[in-house]
């Protein structure tokens, strides 16, 4: 064969194995296109031009020209450089890679990393086996654009995908603006959570000073992570808080929580105090303050046995209420106890503190529970009042037995229930013993002409072991006092109901897929009557005192109560993907329910003492409780009660919001309560509180948002709260202004998108 036709052969045999194609990797396959290919045998590479383009799968590489190194594998790109290697993209003006492990660099490079989020723009970037990245004068930022809302730079730098970015000659920008410098800056860059430190919340308080508080958060494993907070305030001294975290399973998660403050301010009399905190007789003389919460929800040993625990444990009744707002205060634990685990805790004003440890399970017909239970009162602390006259009331333990409703065997429809209870009641001064209440009913439903009557009958039978007598002069010298107490019972009610057909014209095509309509309203009206009685039992006087359950009162009431329930049924064209057909789905909700009620005393209208300065009142006053919800978007709830004998309001609580997913939301609440004086209640003091407030999306990207809460009665503000929130891609900037009587508080929080976001 001829040196002339040896040449032509062997680029054609060179093209073929290069449009076969060639192999890169033990299982991955090349492709090679280009407008132009020329190989070059005695070097053993071939060249292209034009739209040159090697494909595996959904990854590539292009550019304006390609050189490709069978021998090796390399493969050289010039003009206009694109990639894309397991969904992470490459721009390039030059740049080399290795086939087989991606390994290579970048010239005039830029990088974006899916996961994480990262955007990484350099000189010369050098990808090593793996994820990992070295680079020089580069910029790093998760938002994207030619000038980003923030990046970090640094003159060089190494990158490991779920580990770190460390950058050397390092500063932070904000724009194009410089505003920090560090000469060494270590950046998390996980596609998972990683320890590091978070944005701070920064701001000023005329009550505690200017303010910078650091969350640092450490992510112990996948279940664990733990938040530090180093809160300092120029008028208070540093707050050092602690949070962790755990998930140990699906079915037991855990937040604990414990801030601490050596306070450089106390309160050694009353007259001292700030106005919001005077009249109640107590100071707060203590420099080492606290708070630890937590809330628990899990199990012991079997899923079946569910535990719960909450604490709540302060040092001063004065430090729930100073330390309200910001990320370490009282609404943001609040909130998220609220949204993590259903559960809230006591009131920022209440001094007595509740901990709870609860261990509960259930079976078909039965169920048990064991309950410990710390109430602290810091009404006794800080030299206050002494301690050892503390009488606040402790359950240690509390064990609950109970037998679900049934059937009793062989005698019809005839059905039974118990509740028992036994409870060790301790404190530091006052009488202590153990209580043994149980409470065995029985029921017969009968059904006659629509209706449904339940007669009921139990008998509460208690008993006391009385460890120590103290300070409870009326108590009985028996060491073991009893009650017994029948309860009597009867309910019976019935639901009248009508349907109405609405026209509506919707039909099921494709044009009208998603469009609704009414088609039908059900109106159902729920009358009810139930009566009550307990016989009155003056023996209670001489028995121990511990809660409520000690002193039962007397009952002859009746009470009556109407319902009315409007619900909708609404179609809605959806179109089915198995078999591309519309057609119309049903959904319904009760849109409106009034509920009126009234109760008549029947020992209240027989009462013949203390006739002359309380006439007789056994009708109680009139409920009335409304909810609409007619469109998603706005629900209205009242609570009104009403006297017969004032004839005017004496309790109402209002509520209203009105939501827009484009526009924003705006919130109504209004709640007051009238002086009463009557044998049966008294209530001296009148409240008036409006609550109004909202937000609205002012663009895409603003928000604004407002709450008001005013004091109509003493008429000044409660608080005046302004937010303003910036949405951006790479960030969230939360402003936040708020004014007491007491206090000006101003805030700011940025959250910068993690690169693990």
């Known amino acids: 064969m001829t040196p002339r ?39 053993e590479y071939v060249q ?26 390399w493969v050289f790109l010039k003009g206009h450089v694109r990639a894309r290697w397991n969904g992470d993209h490459y721009q390039a003006s030059e740049a080399e890679f290795d086939l087989k492990t991606m390994a ?81 800056l270590q950046l998390p860059v996980m596609r998972q959570r990683q320890s590091g430190l978070l944005f701070p919340e920064v701001g000023s308080s005329s009550r505690n000073g200017l303010f910078y508080n650091q969350p640092i958060y450490w992510a112990l494993d996948d279940e664990n992570d733990i938040t530090f907070y180093e809160n300092y305030m120029t008028k208070r001294g540093f707050m050092q808080g602690v949070e962790w975290r755990n998930t140990p399973d699906s079915r037991s998660k855990g937040l604990w929580r414990f801030d601490y403050l050596h306070d450089d301010t106390s309160v050694d009399s009353e007259a001292d105090e700030s106005e919001q905190f005077q009249g109640d007789g107590l ?91 710390y109430t602290e009162s810091t009404n006794y602390m800080n030299g206050n009042n002494p301690g050892d006259k503390n009488p606040t009331v402790q359950r240690l333990p509390e064990f609950d037995f109970f037998a679900f409703k049934d059937n009793v065997p062989g005698a019809g429809p005839l059905e039974w229930e118990m509740g ?10 006052g009488t202590t013993a153990g209580r043994l209440d149980v409470n065995p009913a029985l029921s017969l439903p009968l059904k006659a002409g629509g209706f449904t009557f339940i007669p009921k009958a139990g008998l509460r039978e208690t008993v006391y072991a009385v460890t120590r007598k103290e300070n409870d002069p009326n108590l009985t010298d028996d060491s073991m006092p009893t009650r017994t107490l029948p309860e009597l019972g009867v309910s019976a009610f019935t639901e009248l109901y009508r349907t109405f057909s609405l026209d509506h014209t919707l039909r099921a095509n494709y044009t009208t897929v998603g469009e609704s309509e009414w088609t039908a309203l059900k109106h159902s009206i729920q009358p009810r009557v139930e009566y009550s009685y307990i016989p009155r039992n003056d023996y209670q006087e001489r028995l121990p005192e511990f809660d409520r359950d000690d002193r039962i009162s007397r009952t002859n009431t009746i009470t009556y109560s109407l319902t009315n329930v409007l619900d909708r049924k609404r179609e809605t064209v959806s179109l089915d993907k198995s078999t591309d057909k519309a057609s119309l789905a049903p959904d319904y909700i009760d849109f409106f329910r009034l509920r009126l009620e009234q109760s008549y005393d029947f020992f209240e209208a027989t009462r013949s003492v203390d006739l002359d300065e309380y006439p007789r009142r056994p009708f109680s006053d009139i409920l009335a409780e409304l909810t609409i919800k007619p469109l998603r978007y706005l629900s209205l709830t009242l609570r009104t009660y009403f006297s017969p004998y004032i004839g005017d309001v004496t309790e109402h609580d209002h509520y209203l919001t009105l939501s827009d997913d484009d526009l924003g ?26 609550r109004l407030g909202g937000e609205v999306f002012l663009t895409s990207k603003f928000t604004a948002g407002v709450d008001w809460e005013f004091d ?35 805030s700011a929080q940025i959250d910068l998108f993690s690169f693990g976001e």
């Open 420 to 429: 028992s209870q036994f409870t060790y009641f301790w404190r530091q001064y």
């Open 283 to 373: 100071t707060r003389p203590n420099h080492s303050r606290y708070w630890l919460r937590s809330k628990y929800d899990g199990y012991v040993g079997s899923p079946d046995w569910n535990v719960k625990i909450d604490l709540d444990y302060v040092s001063d009744q004065d430090y729930l209420r100073e330390f309200e707002s910001g990320v370490s205060g009282f609404d943001a634990s609040q909130e998220e106890f609220l949204d993590q685990f259903g559960r809230d805790i006591g009131e920022s004003d209440a001094q007595n503190r509740t901990s709870t440890a609860l261990l509960t399970r259930s079976w078909e017909k039965t169920g048990v529970a064991a309950k410990l239970q």
């Open 104 to 184: 290579g660099w970048l010239k005039d490079g830029r990088l974006f990393v899916t996961k994480p989020h990262i955007y990484l723009e350099s000189k010369l970037i050098r990808k090593y086996k793996g994820d990992s990245y070295g680079f020089k004068d580069a910029r790093i930022t998760a938002c994207s654009g030619d000038t980003p809302a923030w990046s970090v730079g640094a003159e060089q730098g190494y990158v490991t995908l779920d580990g770190y970015a460390m950058l050397w000659d390092a500063d932070f920008k904000i724009r194009n603006q410089t505003v920090i410098y560090t000469p060494y």
């Open 665 to 690: 939301s705006v919130y109504f609440g209004l709640s007051f309560k009238e002086p009463v004086d009557e044998f049966t209640r008294q209530h001296q003091d009148r409240m008036r509180v409006i």
């Open 5 to 43: 036709l040896i040449r032509p052969l062997f680029i054609i045999l060179l093209l073929l194995l290069l449009a076969t194609p060639c192999r890169a990797e033990q299982n991955s396959t090349w492709t090679f296109t280009a407008d132009r290919i020329v190989a070059q045998h005695d070097s």
């Open 48 to 73: 292209a031009w034009g739209n040159a383009t090697l494909r595996f799968d959904d990854n590539f590489l292009s550019a304006d020209f390609v050189r490709y190194y069978e021998a090796t594998s």
């Open 712 to 746: 109509a009665v003493d008429q000044k503000n409660i608080e005046r709260r302004l937010r303003l929130a910036w949405n951006h891609e790479c960030f969230t900037l939360r402003l936040i202004y708020s004014y007491t009587d007491y206090d000006t508080r101003f």
